[in-house]
């Protein structure tokens, strides 16, 4: 069953107040990929006029991390998360609507199902890349969960 996007950014208010009031949002996520986006605007700049690099990656952490979150939800077990790296990419100037989507829920779901079967942690590398309104590649990040059943 899908997470709904207010809870999440419910969670987002209390949980991560800095995701929360430099814009990032969770837009729709279901078994498979999870959007995210945020919007350019003062709260989240840097001196070059474009997006502040911290706040894209917390946008795209958030497009990966929902799925991980749902995927434990959805398996009824308590499953510790942990995330062990990331690494990040930057093409372009990030104006206006900059849009998250990581479409590797079944990346995680796998791996969920193996750590529950082996008993042992697994790691899943995860990609989210974002996108300007024009469709143009702006950033591109990677991020390294761990997870394991307690």
Not at 80 to 103: E, Q, R
Not at 133 to 146: A, K, Y
Request: aromatic fraction near 10%; proline fraction near 2%; charge should be positive.
């Amino acid at each position: 069953m899908p997470i709904k996007s207010t809870h999440i950014n419910r969670f987002l208010l209390f949980k991560l107040p800095a995701a929360y009031l430099t814009g990032v949002r969770l837009r729709s996520i279901d078994s498979q990929q999870c959007v995210t986006s945020v919007r350019y605007k003062w709260i989240n700049q840097n001196p070059f006029r474009s997006m502040f690099w911290a706040v894209q990656g917390m946008a795209a952490e958030l497009s990966t991390g929902a799925l991980v979150m749902q995927a434990i939800q959805n398996s009824g077990l308590k499953i510790s998360m942990l995330l062990a790296s990331n690494t990040g990419s930057y093409y372009k100037k990030a104006l206006g609507k900059i849009t998250f989507i990581c479409k590797e829920g079944e990346i995680i779901n796998d791996a969920i199902a193996k750590a529950i079967e082996s008993k042992e942690g697994q790691i899943c590398l995860m990609r989210s890349i974002g996108k300007n309104e024009s469709g143009d590649i702006v950033s591109e990040f990677e991020f390294e969960w761990t997870i394991k059943v307690k």
